[in-house]
């Protein structure tokens, strides 16, 4: 089985046979993880964390529904959750000289290149969708999509700041960049040569999951 385009599986319910079938092929990519997720539960939003398969799924409650703190996941009422966001981990190699940090708790996700499906955009002939590859960095990001949304981080001392962020809302897409590229005063500078470091997925504005 192909890695599904990863819009394609917003919207739908935690055993939906599309959400059960990706996690499967991700367990196929890694043998030895769990394909038991490590659940937080909140009244407005659950989260399946899958800590060896660099992935974290979002669930957000509808038809009411309000899940207690620190429910297990065979107390949640599936038919009441509907996937809302997508958190892909990179681990992006260390430079010479880099500065170390702290682990994430956050394997690397198994898929080597996967692709974005992105929204039209009207006097824009931008392709239809972007590959993403382990090493795609910053410019690569903005050389497709165009300039972000909205964007952040990178501010402060080296040793202190968060990485860089964008995103581009109309695509549902954000983008965390890793390395000492990505922090600093000068991250802004250098961040087009960041590798990505997280990829969140989630519901455009548009409706076009």
């Not at 430079?95 to 394997?107: E, F, L, Q, V």
């Not at 402060?156 to 000492?180: L, Q, T, Y």
Request: proline share 9%.
């Amino acid at each position: 089985m192909a890695a599904p385009d990863l819009k394609q599986l917003l919207g739908n319910r935690p055993s939906s046979e599309v959400i059960v079938a990706y996690i499967s092929h991700l367990g196929f990519l890694v043998p030895d993880a769990s394909a038991s997720p490590e659940v937080k539960s909140y009244p407005d939003a659950i989260y399946f964390n899958y800590f060896p398969l660099g992935l974290s799924l979002l669930f957000k409650p509808v038809n009411g529904y309000k899940p207690k703190t620190g429910m297990k996941r065979e107390d949640l009422k599936d038919v009441d959750l509907v996937l809302d966001g997508i958190d892909i981990y990179n681990v992006p190699p260390p430079k010479p000289g880099a500065t170390s940090r702290h682990k994430s708790a956050y394997s690397l996700y198994p898929v080597e290149d996967f692709t974005i499906r992105l929204v039209a955009i009207p006097d824009n002939a931008r392709p239809a969708t972007m590959e993403v590859k382990r090493t795609t960095t910053g410019k690569d990001f903005v050389s497709v999509l165009g300039e972000p949304d909205r964007k952040g981080g990178g501010a402060g001392p080296s040793s202190g700041s968060i990485g860089i962020w964008c995103e581009w809302s109309k695509d549902g897409v954000m983008v965390e960049f890793g390395g000492d590229e990505s922090r600093g005063p000068q991250a802004w500078e250098k961040g087009k040569d960041a590798v990505w470091k997280v990829i969140s997925i989630f519901s455009s504005p548009s409706g076009d999951a």
